[in-house]
């Protein structure tokens, strides 16, 4: 696997979850070659983040462990309060099922216009990284 990412210019993503023993979290570490994705809960992508509030102690251990690559966290993140809570011990965060969900009602809103629903994933992305309080409307 290795071999045919690097044959094709491609870097090695490898995840660690909160039950992930520091042993392995260090072994992903080493063969990662792009980043490390923490996903900050068990469960599925697009849970909920509460009732976890053992994950700040987990992606502070994972920070500590994770010294080769960056570290970004993901999953249950749909504002931009769970970015900053969760990724004040990353480097970044990633959020899939938040903005899916918000591309999936535009488009169910055939009426409005491309430029119109284009500038909306634009906006909610930038609500994502800055908060309400930065994005112009």
Same mark, same amino acid.
């Given at each position: 696997?290795? !071999?045919?990412?690097?044959?094709?210019?491609?870097? $090695?993503?490898? $995840?660690?979850?909160? /039950?992930?023993?520091?042993? %392995?979290?260090?072994?992903?570490?080493?063969?990662?070659?792009?980043?490390?994705?923490?996903?900050?809960?068990?469960? $599925?992508?697009?849970?909920?983040?509460?009732?976890?509030?053992?994950?700040?102690?987990? $992606?502070?251990?994972? %920070?500590?462990?994770?010294? @080769? /690559?960056?570290?970004?966290?993901?999953?249950?993140?749909?504002? &931009? @309060?769970?970015?900053?809570?969760?990724? %004040? &011990?990353?480097?970044?965060?990633?959020?899939?099922?938040?903005?899916?969900? &918000?591309?999936?009602?535009?488009?169910? @809103?055939?009426?409005?216009?491309?430029? !119109?629903?284009?500038?909306?994933? !634009?906006?909610?992305?930038?609500?994502?990284? &800055?908060?309400?309080? %930065?994005?112009?409307?």
């Amino acid at each position: 696997m290795t !071999e045919a990412a690097a044959d094709h210019d491609l870097d $090695l993503v490898f $995840l660690i979850a909160p /039950n992930s023993s520091d042993d %392995r979290i260090r072994a992903v570490d080493r063969r990662a070659t792009g980043f490390v994705y923490a996903v900050s809960v068990t469960g $599925l992508t697009g849970s909920d983040l509460d009732g976890a509030p053992t994950v700040d102690e987990y $992606l502070q251990q994972a %920070r500590s462990l994770i010294t @080769e /690559n960056p570290l970004l966290v993901g999953f249950g993140i749909k504002t &931009h @309060e769970d970015a900053m809570r969760l990724s %004040r &011990h990353t480097d970044g965060f990633i959020v899939g099922s938040a903005l899916i969900n &918000h591309v999936a009602d535009l488009w169910d @809103e055939s009426s409005a216009p491309m430029d !119109e629903r284009l500038a909306s994933v !634009e906006q909610f992305a930038r609500r994502l990284k &800055h908060g309400p309080a %930065r994005v112009a409307s």
